[in-house]
C-alpha cells in the first residue's frame, strides 16, 4: 500500500484530537513534521506519536519533496496564507474550517490549487458524518417530498471560547460564533440540499455579554483560561434568514445567551416528511403513511468522522481526485457568511 507524507502544520485542539489521531491509525499515512511556533506545543504533539521532525516554522516543509499532503490546524487568519504556500510548493492541503476569514481569501486558495493542481479540502467534517450522509440520501430520494425550509439552532449558554483570545479577536478569527459554530451548520445544510445558489440574506449579530471581559461570568470555556488583557470584538449571537433557489433556511447561534440550556440541532421540513438531527447525534424521521403520523427513530452504524475526513483526504492525494471536502463545494458556505456579516453591517438585506 502506498504511504503518503504528512506533515501537521498548528498543534493545538483539532490537531492533537482529530488529525494526529487519525492520521496515526490510518495505514495511508506517515506523519514526517509536526510544526507550531510554540515549541512545547510541537514537541509534546510529536513525542506521543514519534513524529520524527519536530519544528516551529513550517516553510522547512516547503522544500522537503517527500512531503506530499498537509493539515493546517492553525488559527482563522493563517489559513490563508500557510495554504497557498504549500499548494504554491506542491503540496496537497487539508486545511481546518473556516477555509479563510473571508471568501476572496477562499477564491485565492481555490485559485492556487487550480493552477497548481493540488487538492485542497476544507475542514467540514460533517460532510463525512454518517447520520448527515443518510439525511442526504433520503433527500435525494425524494423521502421528505419538497424540501421548503430548514431551521438550524446552535446556541449554548455562556460558553464562549477563549475569551479575550484569538476566538474573540476579529482580526484573527474573522467574526464570532457564525465563523466558528455556524460555518459547521450551514455546510452541512448545503451539503444536503445542494442549492445552485443563494439568492439574498437577512440577518443581525450582537455582541451584548461582554462589555468588560472581567464581569463576563461563564458556565464553560473551551480554548481557554480567559485573557482579560485581550481583545473582544466579535458577535456571540447571530440570527438570521437566507433565500436560496430552493428552501429557505433560518437560524440562530448563539456563543453565550442568557438561557440555562443548549440547543444544537437541525430541522429539514417537507411537504412529505421532516428530519430533525441532533447535531453530532441520532436524527428523527417524521411522516404519515395511510393516514398514520410515523415518528421513525433510524439505527445504523456510526463511522468515526474525522477519521473519514482524513482517509478520504489522503485517497484523494494519491488519486489526485476531488473529493465532497474540496474548496469547490464550500464556496457557496463562505460567500454567504460574507454576505450574513455585511447584512448585519447594513442593517438591510444582501442581494447576491
Given at each position: 500500500?502506498?504511504?503518503?507524507?504528512?506533515?501537521?502544520?498548528?498543534?493545538?485542539?483539532?490537531?492533537?484530537?482529530?488529525?494526529?489521531?487519525?492520521?496515526?491509525?490510518?495505514?495511508?499515512?506517515?506523519?514526517?513534521?509536526?510544526?507550531?511556533?510554540?515549541?512545547?506545543?510541537?514537541?509534546?504533539?510529536?513525542?506521543?506519536?514519534?513524529?520524527?521532525?519536530?519544528?516551529?516554522?513550517?516553510?522547512?516543509?516547503?522544500?522537503?519533496?517527500?512531503?506530499?499532503?498537509?493539515?493546517v490546524c492553525t488559527p482563522n487568519d493563517t489559513h490563508a496564507p500557510i495554504t497557498i504556500d504549500c499548494l504554491n510548493a506542491g503540496k496537497n492541503v487539508?486545511?481546518?474550517?473556516?477555509?479563510?476569514?473571508?471568501?476572496?481569501?477562499?477564491?485565492?486558495?481555490?485559485?492556487?490549487?487550480?493552477?497548481?493542481?493540488?487538492?485542497?479540502?476544507?475542514?467540514?467534517?460533517?460532510?463525512?458524518?454518517?447520520?448527515?450522509?443518510?439525511?442526504?440520501?433520503?433527500?435525494?430520494?425524494?423521502?421528505?417530498?419538497?424540501?421548503?425550509?430548514?431551521?438550524?439552532?446552535?446556541?449554548?449558554?455562556?460558553?464562549?471560547?477563549?475569551?479575550?483570545?484569538?476566538?474573540?479577536?476579529?482580526?484573527?478569527?474573522?467574526?464570532?460564533?457564525?465563523?466558528?459554530?455556524?460555518?459547521?451548520?450551514?455546510?452541512?445544510?448545503?451539503?444536503?440540499?445542494?442549492?445552485?445558489?443563494?439568492?439574498?440574506?437577512?440577518?443581525?449579530?450582537?455582541?451584548?455579554?461582554?462589555?468588560?471581559?472581567?464581569?463576563?461570568?461563564?458556565?464553560?470555556?473551551?480554548?481557554?483560561?480567559?485573557?482579560?488583557?485581550?481583545?473582544?470584538?466579535?458577535?456571540?449571537?447571530?440570527?438570521?434568514?437566507?433565500?436560496?433557489?430552493?428552501?429557505?433556511?433560518?437560524?440562530?447561534?448563539?456563543?453565550?445567551?442568557?438561557?440555562?440550556?443548549?440547543?444544537?440541532?437541525?430541522?429539514?421540513?417537507?411537504?412529505?416528511?421532516?428530519?430533525?438531527?441532533?447535531?453530532?447525534?441520532?436524527?428523527?424521521?417524521?411522516?404519515t403513511k395511510n393516514g398514520i403520523l410515523q415518528e421513525i427513530k433510524p439505527s445504523y452504524q456510526t463511522k468515526n468522522m474525522f477519521y473519514e475526513e482524513?482517509?478520504?483526504?489522503?485517497?484523494?492525494?494519491?488519486?489526485?481526485?476531488?473529493?465532497?471536502?474540496?474548496?469547490?463545494?464550500?464556496?457557496?458556505?463562505?460567500?454567504?457568511?460574507?454576505?450574513?456579516?455585511?447584512?448585519?453591517?447594513?442593517?438591510?438585506?444582501?442581494?447576491?
Open positions: 500500500m502506498k504511504k503518503v507524507t504528512v506533515a501537521v502544520i498548528g498543534c493545538g485542539a483539532i490537531a492533537r484530537d482529530a488529525h494526529m489521531p487519525s492520521y496515526a491509525n490510518n495505514p495511508m499515512a506517515e506523519v514526517k513534521y509536526v510544526v507550531d511556533i510554540k515549541p512545547e506545543k510541537a514537541k509534546a504533539l510529536g513525542e506521543k506519536y514519534r513524529v520524527p521532525h519536530i519544528i516551529t516554522d513550517y516553510r522547512e516543509i516547503l522544500q522537503d519533496p517527500e512531503v506530499e499532503a498537509v493539515s487539508l486545511c481546518e474550517k473556516p477555509a479563510a476569514i473571508n471568501a476572496d481569501l477562499v477564491r485565492k486558495m481555490k485559485e492556487a490549487a487550480d493552477r497548481n493542481g493540488k487538492i485542497l479540502n476544507i475542514g467540514v467534517v460533517n460532510r463525512f458524518n454518517t447520520a448527515v450522509n443518510h439525511i442526504k440520501d433520503m433527500i435525494e430520494a425524494g423521502e421528505l417530498g419538497k424540501v421548503y425550509h430548514i431551521y438550524c439552532s446552535f446556541r449554548q449558554h455562556r460558553s464562549i471560547p477563549g475569551l479575550g483570545g484569538w476566538f474573540t479577536n476579529k482580526k484573527v478569527a474573522g467574526g464570532g460564533v457564525l465563523i466558528d459554530w455556524g460555518v459547521h451548520f450551514l455546510d452541512l445544510i448545503f451539503y444536503c440540499i445542494n442549492p445552485k445558489k443563494v439568492l439574498a440574506v437577512s440577518s443581525s449579530t450582537y455582541s451584548e455579554l461582554v462589555k468588560d471581559l472581567k464581569d463576563y461570568t461563564y458556565v464553560d470555556m473551551w480554548a481557554g483560561p480567559p485573557d482579560y488583557d485581550g481583545v473582544y470584538d466579535v458577535e456571540e449571537f447571530v440570527t438570521g434568514l437566507i433565500r436560496t433557489d430552493g428552501p429557505t433556511i433560518s437560524f440562530n447561534g448563539a456563543w453565550a445567551q442568557n438561557i440555562g440550556e443548549s440547543a444544537m440541532f437541525i430541522e429539514f421540513l417537507g411537504d412529505k416528511g421532516g428530519i430533525k438531527l441532533e447535531y453530532g447525534g441520532n436524527f428523527t424521521f417524521y411522516t482524513i482517509d478520504s483526504f489522503l485517497k484523494s492525494t494519491i488519486a489526485n481526485r476531488k473529493n465532497r471536502a474540496n474548496v469547490d463545494n464550500i464556496l457557496i458556505t463562505a460567500e454567504t457568511m460574507d454576505a450574513i456579516y455585511e447584512s448585519a453591517k447594513l442593517g438591510k438585506e444582501v442581494i447576491l
